[in-house]
């Protein structure tokens, strides 16, 4: 099984990043993972994939070094065996409400005596029955994480005790789905998101874990950063592409070349 970059790394308190990758080529995924970055966040909360393209996304990932994580759907029970078994080191489930909703995903991610998740050994995690099964069965809830998102604003009453549900290694604050749901949406700079932000910063700290969010810009990673924040979350494939395609087009619009954009 492979180690996670990720875990390591928060072990030893070092800041993580990871970009989304929402375009369902292998090649992207390859491309990231050869860059070296911690993780790749691979959604299947909102993206339309099925789990047998993901296990093709993540299997183009190990030509890197890139841990990756799958995001799915909120009660998406189910599936999380699945996503662990096609070789994702990380799992992130959101709109979590509770602690209790928190327990019942450790349950289905993590075998006993941490959780009750059902063994096959015969995915890329283990990988293809190539590990004796007790050391399998100890390094997938070893070498595996889990992020727990708060993103309704009712739920960080909850994250106190979120954070103190064994098999929790990250909470994770969703600032667009809270800003919405409060009434302010996209205001990052909003006196309630630095108030969110820093009772989940409390709340891991206080249970020895981590916390993280989406980080915009480095200068808004420094505040995450500076509030203990080690699990940052920035960009994506397709906000990457646009920035290229506007660099190239400005470059060459000096030459007098127009361009018909349809945005």
Known sequence: MRTSRIKAKLRRNEPVLLPALHLNDPAVFELASLFGFDGLWLDMEHQSRSVETAGQLVRAARCGTSDVMIRCAKGEFLRLGRMLEIGAQGIMYPRCDNAAEAREVVRWAKFAPLGTRGVDSAGADNPYCTMPMVEYLKAANDETFLVIQIEDPAALDHCEEMAKVPGVDVLFFGPGDFSILSGFPGQWDHPKIMEAMQRIAAAAKAAGIHWGMPSFNPEFAKKIYDLGGRFLCNGNDQQLLRAGFDDLQQ?????????????
């Open 251 to 263: 470059r060459y619009k000096p030459l007098g070349m127009t361009f018909e954009r349809r945005f």
